[in-house]
């Protein structure tokens, strides 16, 4: 991984890229793994669980 291929994505009110730069096609799988898991990573930021529970939490984008 280098910096200069990452990208920042938020996820309130919708999904989108703040920083960086992402291909159509990353751009959708990023914005369907978000739709998975956005209630664990809200929780997870808010504090309401950790990191295990977060990682017990997240699902891939099916056929991925």
């Known amino acids: 991984m280098s910096i200069d291929n990452t990208a920042v994505v938020a996820l309130r009110p919708v ?15 990023v914005y ?18 950790d990191t295990g529970e977060l990682l017990d939490r997240l699902r891939p984008v099916p056929g991925v």
């Open 32 to 49: 369907e793994w978000a739709g998975l898991n956005y209630e664990a990573i809200l929780a997870y930021w808010d504090e309401e669980i």
């Open 15 to 29: 999904p989108r890229v703040v920083a960086g730069r992402l291909g159509p096609d990353d751009r959708r799988l």
